[in-house]
């Protein structure tokens, strides 16, 4: 009797962090570098707006977190100031020191 609890309690115990491990891991690492890199963010700035949003739209919010960003980066590389410039080179993942490509 003791070895089939043990059993079904490993199994409960394994139902729950393997799923809970791949999320992690997913959410935390995989996302954010394939959506950084398909609209040209780093992958902090991917996480950061993620928790942005979601604290001023909620929901909403985290859906549309990652779109946004891009377009917001997007404006700042159409406008002729140095400053915003650097700021789309900052979600970009560069150093304020790094080239600035046309």
């Known amino acids: ?10 199994r409960q115990i394994l139902a729950f962090a393997i799923p809970l491990l791949v999320h992690f891991t997913v959410g935390n ?3 954010p ?4 890199n ?5 992958p902090v700035i991917v996480l950061l707006s993620l928790i942005l949003w979601a604290l001023l ?3 909403a919010g ?3 977190s990652v779109p946004l960003m891009a377009v917001i980066r ?5 406008s002729k100031s140095p400053g915003a410039r650097m700021a789309a080179g ?3 993942g560069r150093m304020p020191n790094s080239p600035v490509q046309p």
Not at 33 to 36: A, D, S
Not at 38 to 42: C, T, Y
Not at 74 to 78: E, I, R, S
């Open 57 to 59: 739209w909620g929901v």
């Open 74 to 78: 997007l404006l700042l590389l159409q």
């Open 38 to 42: 398909r609209f040209e963010l780093a």
């Open 62 to 64: 985290m859906v549309l």
């Open 33 to 36: 570098n394939i959506l950084g």
């Open 29 to 31: 690492f995989v996302e």
């Open 90 to 92: 900052f979600l970009e």
């Open 1 to 10: 009797y003791q070895r089939r609890v043990h059993g079904s309690v490993m």
